[in-house]
């Protein structure tokens, strides 16, 4: 798309032809100011900039000012093309947010409200948000505020902060586990010993990365499954019954996610060496008969193999 480059002589804030000893703009945070102030237009508002960039003020229906550090950053990250929506989203993002009570731009006023909730990429609305995959259908996202206020950051706004991504995910963390200590209830499914992990909001699938706070983990793991985000059922991988627990854990949270009023995932994963593997487990009518056709990751499968070997090739589940 080409963008339309108006008040191309301007210095920030600096009337066309008037001196200035500002020095020239680079050309790209020129069109970005040029299609700010189109997107702007078509909201129904006017935008002037503030002498060094960083901000502009939207006068309109109401005046609001808008953070500009971390728009230019994802700009630089991005193609020209992805540019308007970019800007589109920017500047409807931050009216729709102009009522809340902290400014997320600035992360001193934020960082005790910053926590991390896992989602299913598929439920994100958007893609521009501040998160990392622990599996391809999971994503750990950053939000701000508690509870049902919590809202995912945009990376424009986490693009303003003196941190990178990964530094305010692990501080979200940080707050999460300080914060909202998980209940533990040992239970059993025919036989599988488990522990359920529960947590008061959605930020205690996150604590998946500080299980070790709650039990011991083994060398080879834990399984896992995260029927909702403030559930957590494992159980450890210390010997071959661990065939019969994938079954168990598979049924279990198959019925908890459907009945569950903000389901995440209905499968059973694996965790170990501080990564999450998804142990696809899949319920197949075959004849009138449901049965349960499990495809383990290589590396989950080198353990099974490992524990059978333990065993003197010892029957799974025996």
């Known amino acids: 798309m080409r963008l339309f480059r108006r008040h191309r002589d301007r210095r920030s804030g600096t009337p066309s032809g008037a001196p200035s000893e500002a020095p020239p703009r680079a050309i790209e945070d020129v069109d970005l100011d040029s299609l700010l102030g189109l ?82 990429d598929d439920d994100l609305v958007s893609g521009h948000v501040v998160g990392r995959h622990l599996t391809a259908d999971l994503v750990e996202v950053l939000t701000v505020g508690y509870g049902a206020a919590g809202r995912p950051v945009r990376p424009e706004e986490a693009g303003c902060w003196p941190i990178t991504a990964a530094q305010a995910l692990d501080l979200a963390l940080d707050n999460a586990c300080r914060d909202e200590l998980l209940s533990v209830d040992a239970g059993d499914l025919d036989g599988v010993a488990i522990l359920r992990l529960t947590g008061p909001t959605s930020s205690a699938a996150a604590h998946l990365r500080r299980l070790a706070d709650y039990l011991p983990v083994p060398d080879d793991g834990v399984l896992v499954t995260l029927p909702d985000p403030r559930t957590l059922i494992v159980h450890p991988v210390e010997g ?10 598979r049924l279990l949270a198959q019925r908890e996610f459907d009945r569950g009023t903000d ?36 590396e989950f499968a080198r353990v099974l193999a490992a524990l059978a070997g333990r065993l003197g090739g010892g029957a799974p589940g025996s």
């Open 39 to 120: 997107v702007a237009d078509s909201l129904g508002y006017t935008c002037s900039f503030a002498p060094d960039g960083r901000t502009l003020v939207l006068s309109g229906p109401r005046e609001v000012t808008v953070r500009l550090a971390g728009l230019r950053a994802e700009a630089a990250r991005r193609s020209r093309e992805d540019w308007p929506m970019l800007v589109s989203e920017h500047l409807s993002h931050t009216l729709i947010t102009a009522d809340e009570p902290l400014d997320a731009c600035d992360l001193a006023q934020v960082r005790p409200l910053l926590r991390t909730r896992v989602q299913r």
């Open 263 to 298: 389901p995440l995932s209905s499968q059973v994963y694996w965790w170990h060496g501080g990564r999450l593997a998804l142990i696809r487990a899949d319920l197949v009518n075959q004849e009138g008969q449901t049965r349960l056709v499990v495809s383990p990751p290589p």
């Open 240 to 249: 071959i019954g661990v065939i019969r627990a994938i079954e168990r854990l």
